[in-house]
Every structure is written in structure tokens, then in C-alpha cells.
């Protein structure tokens, strides 16, 4: 199992560049400590989340990284022009030395992002696959033509061109038509904080029975503290795990009451979580032997190719303090 870091940049202090700096901070702190990679978030419309410009926040760890690869988990792609995306990821590729790893998603639970980028919340993945498969045309061809029902292109080439033969796809999604576009396509598969074991378990069991191959890549994301005792690191990630509890359960009350969609699914244990105290039962936050075990039962279920931690301090300092011990205590026991 390999080591990330997941990247929110919070603005926990109401200062952008501070929270440039301390995530820039954290990133630098994961390399040194042999982290494999560093996966950034794209978020809108939040004062919380400094994330919109995913790209260019990856291009600037670009130029201040030499070693760690740099995923986006995820670039929401129904939001954006899939040919800008494909000219910009080649583009960043290029600038990271051949370390990128691209995840997807197809955004949500944020109705103002569907509402301002134009995209109905019953397009969205339709959208993102579709804007995927161009994609993938355009980083590896010339003269690509392409008509689809929402993006077309006529004999159309992009440069530069990536640095990697091939680009590792991530795509965050648990339902059928999402896993079978990976499977078919060798994709891998990544899981936010709040996706439960058993939706995960089965998105892995559903790609597995049509691919063999590739599921084992799985990149798993989970809230994390390390601290010296147990009561010590909930106390420090409450604060951080709470705000994100309150503000999310508003967002998917909101998603169910709105939603046409006769399939979707509720928000709850079996799928997609945001209960303070689940949250902080399926984190990785605890002392180094609650850590340990909870990395542990990930493993044995889910077969992990990548666990993400994100940092659920409100202190920069603390955080560079429970990397470490996590580097220390927990990561060569697991």
C-alpha cells in the first residue's frame, strides 16, 4: 500500500496565502517523509475550500516538488471544456516531470456548482464520461474527430503533447455505468472521506467481475490524526470533522429534497456518510494503534493500492507533527 496526501486548502484562518503556505507546507513535509503522492480537491463558491483553480495549484506544487506525484481528486468534469482540460493536463504533465495522475468526478453534493456551470444534476456523469472518452482521444492522437452528444471535434490535434505514455485515470464513482466505463478502460477507482466500506466493497467487487486487473490501484481517502493518545487526536480533529459534518449534511439535505431521480440513493451508513460521529469511526484518527488497526481493516477489505490522509488539524503545526508520527509509528507497522 502506498502513502498520499489529500489536499483541501482550508481556510481555516480566513487568509488565502496563509493557506497557500500551509498546504504547500504539508505537501513539501509528505515528500520528505517518502509520501508517494499529493491528490488535490476542486472546489466553488466556498470560502472554506481555496481550491477552484485545481490546475494552477498543481502547477505551482509543480515547481516547488521534485519527487512526489500530484493527483486531482478530481477535476469535476462536467463543469469544464474537456478539450481545455485535455490541453491543460498534457500541458502540466509536462511541468511535473511526468507525475501527474488524473482523477475525475462528476461533482456534487453542490447544486450551485450544477446551477452556475450550467449542468443539470441529472447530466452530470453522463457529461463526465462522455468529456473522459474525448479526453483520452485528444492526449494520445492527432486529428481526432469526435461527435458526441455533448462535445464534438473535427480533425482536431492539441499540444503539447503529455510526457507520460500514459496518463494513470482515477474515477471517483460508485455507480454502474461509472464503474464499467473504468473497468472497460483499465481505469483505477478513488473513494472520498465519506464513502462508506460497504459502497466501497461493492463498487470494488462490481469492477473486479468485469476487469481482474486495475482495481487494486484503488486510491481510499480518510480524515486523519495521529496523536499521542486516542482522546488527545479526536479532541484535535473534532473541530475540523464537525464543520465538515454540519456543512455537508445541509448540502445533501437539500440534494434529496430537490432530486427527480427516482435512484438516487440516500445519504446514510450504507452509502455516503456525513454523521459526525461515522466520520470520525472510519477515519484514521486515533493513537498509533487505533491507526494502525483502522489502516489494517482498509486493507483486508478493500485491497488499497493508495490511502490518501488528509490532515484534520485546525494547526499546521500539528499536522506536520502527526505526518510524522505517522511516518515514525504507524506507516512500516501496516
Given amino acids: ?15 488565502t496565502r496563509r ?33 477552484s483553480s485545481m490546475l494552477l495549484l498543481m502547477a505551482h506544487l509543480a515547481g516547488l516538488t521534485s519527487n512526489i506525484k500530484l493527483g486531482t481528486a478530481a477535476v469535476l468534469l462536467a463543469f469544464h471544456n474537456p478539450i481545455r482540460v485535455a490541453e491543460d493536463i498534457a500541458t502540466l504533465d509536462n511541468l511535473c516531470n511526468g507525475r501527474l495522475l488524473f482523477g475525475i468526478a462528476k461533482g456534487g453534493p453542490f447544486p450551485q456548482h450544477n446551477k452556475h456551470f450550467a449542468t443539470p444534476m441529472g447530466e452530470s456523469r453522463v457529461k463526465m464520461l462522455e468529456a473522459m472518452a474525448l479526453i483520452q482521444k485528444l492526449l494520445y492522437e492527432t486529428d481526432v474527430s469526435f461527435n458526441g452528444h455533448y462535445y464534438q471535434c473535427d480533425r482536431l490535434t492539441i499540444f503539447p503533447k503529455p510526457l507520460q505514455r500514459q496518463i494513470p485515470v482515477y474515477i471517483a464513482s460508485g455507480d454502474d455505468q461509472g464503474i464499467e466505463f473504468a473497468a472497460q478502460n483499465s481505469f483505477s477507482l478513488m473513494g472520498g472521506p465519506p464513502f462508506s466500506l460497504e459502497r466501497l466493497k461493492h463498487t470494488v467487487a462490481k469492477y473486479r ?8 490501484k484503488l486510491v481510499l481517502a480518510r480524515f486523519f490524526y495521529v496523536g ?6 479526536v479532541s484535535e480533529a473534532l473541530p475540523f470533522i464537525r464543520k465538515f459534518s454540519q456543512k455537508m449534511q445541509v448540502n445533501s ?42 489502516i489494517k481493516k ?7 493500492g493508495t490511502l490518501a490522509l488528509k490532515p484534520s488539524s ?17 506507516e512500516n507497522y501496516v
Fill in 298 to 304: 482498509f486493507q483486508d477489505e478493500l485491497n488499497l
Fill in 253 to 294: 439535505a437539500y440534494v434529496m429534497q430537490k432530486s427527480s431521480n427516482p435512484n438516487q440513493k440516500p445519504f446514510d451508513r450504507t452509502n455516503i456518510c456525513f454523521d459526525e460521529d461515522y466520520l470520525l469511526e472510519n477515519s484514521i484518527i486515533g493513537d498509533v494503534r487505533t491507526c494502525r488497526d483502522r
Fill in 228 to 233: 499521542k493518545t486516542y482522546n488527545e487526536a
Fill in 1 to 15: 500500500m502506498k502513502t498520499g496526501l489529500f489536499c483541501n486548502y482550508e481556510n481555516h484562518h480566513q487568509d
Fill in 19 to 51: 493557506t497557500i503556505f500551509e498546504q504547500v507546507a504539508l505537501v513539501q513535509q509528505a515528500e520528505s517523509l517518502g509520501f508517494e503522492s499529493a491528490w488535490l480537491s476542486e472546489h466553488h463558491f466556498n470560502e472554506f475550500n481555496l481550491s
Fill in 209 to 216: 467481475a468485469l476487469n481482474s486487473s486495475g482495481s487494486e
Fill in 314 to 330: 485546525l494547526t499546521l503545526q500539528k499536522n506536520l507533527e502527526s505526518l510524522q508520527r505517522y511516518s515514525q509509528e504507524v
